[in-house]
């Protein structure tokens, strides 16, 4: 019922599919490249940041796109997809619910890049392994079908703009405090992407572009600034600090040093 498509995914063990079998309800989220589709008379080309929706009940679709192109195909069989939504039909965004109870059998549907980036690694980076990815699986698309299927055109920006923002700006934060909590520790970006709850890439894109810095960067010069305060208390020489804020190499921290603060960390010391 639940199937899903990624074509060269670093991630699990995808099947390929250029035909997507009839009964179906398809979302197709392009990753790398455009999706072209076929159906019936019906054909398309759906881009970066768009979906498109198929129904195959009345035959099968097929799909294309460049070799090594990754994209992201969901669907469920439309009868069982009809019946879990049939109690929310009412409050159902257009044109979904024209196509999934009407005689609709395409939508095009334009969603925000950086809420397709989001889903895209949802499906492409799970967070679980083993028996759990099932359930992942089942969690994103469902997360997938309240977006598309509960959210209006008109809502979409507002809403979309301000849960990305808070939810950007809590997983940064809570990634600085863990990292400040941390400095004498090797940095190690899976272990911190778990705490945020997201995934590696996910969290490295988000953290630069809120932070105005890569996450080793910041890393880097808290690190700096923790080991000059500790310098200036005359308590510790050079290579003690070093150690105090996570360098096991004495040329990396004066390196480092050097490249924040523009002088050697000896020569800090005895200003």
Known sequence: MFWALAPA??????????????????FLLPVDAPIEWKLAKESGRVSSGNFAVLDTRMGEASIGFGQGDRAIVVGMRHGLLSSMLKPFRPGMAEPLRSLI?????????????????DLASGFLDPQVTGPGLAFWYESQFKALLALLCFVSADQDEEF???RQKRLAGERVA???????????????LQRLAREVACSPSYLSRTFSA?????LSQFVRQRRVEKAAELLVTGKYNVSEVAIE?????????SKAFHQVKGCLP???EAA
């Not at 095009?108 to 980036?117: D, G, M, S």
């Not at 804020?245 to 921290?253: A, E, K, N, R, T």
């Open 210 to 214: 809120a932070a105005g810095m890569t």
């Open 245 to 253: 804020v996570g360098y096991q190499s004495l040329s990396h921290f």
């Open 266 to 268: 000896s020569k800090y």
């Open 174 to 188: 809570k990634a600085k405090a863990w990292l400040e909590s941390r400095l004498d520790e090797p940095f190690d």
């Open 101 to 117: 109870f009407g005689p609709t059998s395409t939508a095009r549907l334009r969603i925000r890049p950086e809420i397709a980036t």
């Open 160 to 162: 979309f703009c301000t």
């Open 9 to 26: 995914s670093k991630g699990p063990r995808w099947e390929t599919w250029s035909v997507i079998p009839e009964g179906q309800i398809a």
